[in-house]
């Protein structure tokens, strides 16, 4: 392997990049939660939980977590100056009507169309749909985060057609993963940013539909995602 994949940190990092200034954002539960520990200077952009906060800041230092001020993971925050915190049906009236610009989760595949399946997988556990399908029905943009391009089983995750239940129809614009920055067009997956030394062929044979190579795709490089 002549490529080094990007780390979570790396893709949060690269993500926080592409978030406008003065957006409001939502954060989902695992790791688009690291997002919040990327600040981009010269720039602001407003983070919300589902739980009820906006204005979230990066993780707490050890030894300062305020058990009270927790995301929608139960984990450990900080709230910035001039944040606030609410009731959770207030957090959800500002989903569903339409005031969050990114909502950033993760998902378990993502067709070409844009179709999303983020909340239910094969086997006993239960599955819990959370506020994933109010967030990818009420936010203006939707951003994906994948760990790994591909499943620990191989399985493929961008695919021609989700095959696991859905949670949203046609509503991902955008895909970071370990491997690369695709977005979703008319016209499928498209490649604007690419691990350096890692092939098209490369990453096509770890997607399971077609992708194109954008005019001028930028190089990724792990500890950096520059």
Request: with cysteine; hydrophobic share 45%; proline share 8%.
């Amino acid at each position: 392997m002549n490529y080094q994949p990007l780390s979570a940190e790396d893709i949060a990092r690269r993500v926080a990049r592409d978030i406008p200034n003065g957006a409001y954002v939502n954060l989902g539960i695992g790791m688009p939660m690291l997002v919040a520990d990327h600040p981009v200077p010269g720039r602001e952009f407003v983070l919300h939980s589902e739980n009820g906060l906006l204005g979230m800041g990066p993780a707490p230092a050890a030894g300062e977590e305020d058990q009270d001020l927790v995301n929608a993971g139960k984990q450990p925050v900080t709230i910035l100056p001039g944040g606030s915190y609410f009731h959770h049906a207030d957090s959800f009236a500002m989903i569903r009507g339409g005031h969050i610009d990114v909502s950033i989760l993760g998902a378990y595949q993502v067709a070409a169309n844009g179709d999303l399946a983020n909340w239910a997988l094969p086997g006993p556990k239960p599955p819990a749909v959370g506020g994933a399908m109010d967030l990818v029905a009420g936010a203006r943009q939707v951003w994906v985060m994948l760990s790994t391009h591909v499943a620990k089983d191989g399985a493929h995750k961008l695919v021609a057609r989700c095959d696991l239940p859905l949670t949203g129809l046609a509503c991902v614009d955008r895909v970071y993963s370990d491997l690369a920055v695709i977005d979703i067009t008319p016209h499928g997956f498209v490649v604007t940013d690419m691990v350096a030394g890692l092939s098209l062929e490369e990453l096509q044979a770890k997607t399971g539909a077609p992708i194109q190579l954008a005019d001028g795709c930028r190089p990724l490089r792990a500890n950096r995602a520059a």
